[in-house]
Structures are given as C-alpha cells and as structure tokens.
C-alpha cells in the first residue's frame, strides 16, 4: 500500500458527501455560515419567545442548500483544487457515487446531477 503525505485543507462549505475517485477527491456540501455566531445568538434567545431571527433564517437556508451548495475537486495526495462547481441544491449526505467515469450526485430537490469531462 501507497503511503500518501498528510494534508489538511480549510474550505467554505459543510461536505455533505465525499467520493474518491482515482487521484481525485471530490467534496459537496452547502456553503458555510459563522456557526459561532449562531451559537452566541441562540445563547441569548428566551426558549419562551423562541422567534426566528435573520441570522437563523439565513443559517438554516444555508445549511439546508437555499443558498446553493459548493463541489471541489482536489487532488487525494497533496490537497490541490483541482475545480470548484457551484451546485443548486444540497447534495444528500453521502449522495455521490462514480460510474463509467462520470460523478453522480443526488440533491435534495430530488435532482441526479451528472457530472463527466
């Protein structure tokens, strides 16, 4: 077996599914919100009066893909991006999977997106 160098890569979106596929690793999910100020908003909100606030609302349309959804293609031994697509819809989790060289991601709107070169 190949022994691969570690890596470690910050990026802008929850992975909701995650494929390898080759030397490539592809990576979806919906684009991410501040969660620590989410988390100091709802520290501070009276469960009596529980009321969506902005910032929720514009957390839980992030998180649930309302505000699209991110696809990274990076290469699986040094961490590269190799692309990024924008997606319309959340992919669910773990909802992609290779076949005749093509990505198959199935998105929370009931959607198949088909992706080859």
């Not at 989410?38 to 309302?66: F, M, P, Q, R």
Request: net charge negative; hydrophobic share 40%.
């Amino acid at each position: 077996m190949e022994v691969v160098d570690r890596w470690e890569k910050d990026i802008p979106f929850f992975v909701s599914a995650i494929l390898l596929a080759g030397d490539n690793l592809f990576a979806a999910g919906p684009v991410e919100y501040d969660v620590q100020k989410i988390g100091d908003h709802l520290d501070k909100v009276k469960t009596d009066k529980y009321e969506l606030s902005g910032e929720l609302k514009d957390a839980l349309a992030s998180y649930g893909g309302g505000k699209g959804s991110l696809l990274w293609a990076m290469n699986k031994n040094t961490g590269r991006k190799l692309a990024e697509y924008r997606l319309d819809s959340k992919p669910v989790f773990d909802g992609m999977i290779t076949a005749d060289g093509r990505i198959h991601i199935a998105t929370v709107d009931g959607s198949v997106i088909c992706w080859s070169k």
